[in-house]
């Protein structure tokens, strides 16, 4: 066969592959409203929050955290607060969104930073959710890349590319999205969330929750507390940035459902409690708590967030214990 005929096809291929991945690349870079679940919704909301993209107030207080924070607290009942919480978020999404506030807003009083135990161990977010939604930048990346240690598999192989396959789009990222809201289906429900976000304080609302939950959470998967390397670099970063800063920060533990806490392996608690109590000893100015305690299954929605009776206790403990 000639290959006259094979190069032609190749070349007719081409020319319709360009200009669909044109528009698909400028599909995704200009209406994620449009297409988003609500979890890359939220991750995008920061994004434009922190650009001021949408007007949101200077704070005294800001909450940095993951989702056990966006469930477990009423940010609406704190004064002059803002949150930043989200969904599987590490130390290393929380540094990042910290410094680059600080860029646009006057800078916070005091930072309210929680992460559970799991999130100081492995990443979640990351790629799918915090890259995708372009918080980080190339230069963020570089930064991240170069405090990894030879050999740390954290964020996975060859974190470079896979960050910026996520930067151009790779379609793997972006079509579960497209095709569960019908390519433009979620348009009504994400400006919905959006303002909902805009409501409660830069809270989300934490959907599927139960009126109790005794299942396990997933920490009590572990039988050691073993930080990864990078999350702890990360956790440095956030506490010199704010020493650096004269922000006030504290520590806190959001609390377990009882039944997980009641089969959590003591070494893997007394392992977590040394490791945030050197913290402690390093930044005396701060108030970095390693408790680790429980609340009743009744107030826990799933096994690892609380349900809205819970949202209302932990809120009036929180503002008992830190803010009075």
Known sequence: MSKKPVLKILKKCVVLIIPVYLLWFLYIELMPEYYNRPTNTRWHFIKESLKKKHIIPDSEIIFLGESRVNAGIDFTQIPNSYSFA????????????????CKNYQKPETVYLSISPRFLTEVFAFYPYVVRNNLLNYSDMKEICSALQKNDTTLGSFP??????????????????????????????????????????????????????????????????????????????????????????????????????????????????????????????????????????TLFGDESHLNLKGKQIFTEQFLKEQLN
Do not use: W
């Open 86 to 101: 989200s969904g599987g978020a590490t130390t290393i999404e929380m540094y990042y969104i910290l410094e680059k506030y």
């Open 160 to 297: 470079k590319i896979k960050f910026l396959l996520n930067k151009v789009d790779y379609i793997e990222y972006y079509q579960s999205d497209v095709l569960y809201n019908n390519v433009f289906g979620g348009h009504k429900e994400n400006l919905k969330l959006i303002n909902e976000m805009i409501k409660r304080k830069g809270g989300r609302p934490h959907p599927g929750l139960k009126d109790s939950c005794s299942a396990l959470n997933y920490e009590t998967k572990y039988n050691h507390f073993k930080p990864a390397v990078i999350l702890t670099v990360y956790f440095k970063k956030i506490l010199e940035f704010c020493k650096n800063k004269n922000i006030k920060l504290s520590f806190f533990f959001m609390p377990m459902n009882e039944s997980s806490y009641r089969v959590l392996n003591s070494k893997f608690k007394k392992e977590y409690k040394e490791y945030i109590s050197k913290f402690q000893k390093q930044y005396p100015e701060f108030n970095i708590s390693d408790s680790v305690y429980f609340y009743p299954d």
